[in-house]
């Protein structure tokens, strides 16, 4: 059986409230789970130690029973000292689109041209004003 440990969510329309759960990876999001080992409540101030609550003692126990925790919950678990979470480094996340990459370049192109278009008359002007 495989386990994650993972967000059920909670709470009403456009007020989220999360459950961390222990739950087989095959049963559905909201649905049945094996044990609650937290929460998290994303409405509160980031500095706010009552945003995330941990049960560190049943979580090491999951953990050392094969339990993969998601990457959300990996990030709560890194920040309490439970577990260690890799730094992701993705360099190509912030470049624009394949399409706005070519606008990009055509309008380049097209300031490179203007330009060389306006420095090429005036060497001609000069020498026929002479």
């Given at each position: 059986?495989?386990?994650?440990?993972?967000?059920?969510?909670?709470?009403?329309?456009?007020?989220?409230?999360?459950?961390?759960?222990?739950?087989?990876?095959?049963?559905?999001?909201?649905?049945?789970f094996?044990?609650?080992?937290?929460?998290?409540?994303?409405?509160?101030?980031?500095?706010?130690?009552?945003?995330?609550?941990?049960?560190?003692?049943?979580?090491?126990?999951?953990?050392?029973?094969?339990?993969?925790?998601?990457?959300?919950?990996?990030?709560?678990?890194?920040?309490?000292?439970?577990?260690?979470?890799?730094?992701?480094?993705?360099?190509?996340?912030?470049?624009?689109?394949?399409?706005?990459?070519?606008?990009?370049d055509a309008?380049?192109?097209?300031?490179?041209?203007?330009?060389?278009?306006?420095?090429?008359?005036?060497?001609?002007?000069?020498?026929?004003?002479?």
């Amino acid at each position: 059986m495989s386990l994650k440990i993972r967000l059920a969510r909670a709470g009403s329309k456009k007020r989220p409230y999360y459950h961390i759960v222990i739950a087989d990876v095959r049963s559905p999001r909201d649905g049945r789970f094996i044990e609650t080992v937290g929460a998290w409540n994303p409405l509160l101030p980031r500095e706010g130690g009552e945003r995330v609550k941990l049960d560190a003692d049943r979580i090491k126990h999951w953990l050392g029973h094969g339990a993969l925790p998601t990457d959300r919950v990996a990030r709560f678990l890194d920040e309490a000292g439970l577990s260690k979470r890799e730094a992701r480094l993705n360099p190509n996340k912030a470049l624009p689109g394949k399409k706005a990459q070519e606008r990009i370049d055509a309008i380049k192109k097209a300031q490179e041209e203007a330009a060389a278009a306006a420095a090429a008359p005036a060497p001609a002007e000069e020498a026929a004003a002479s």
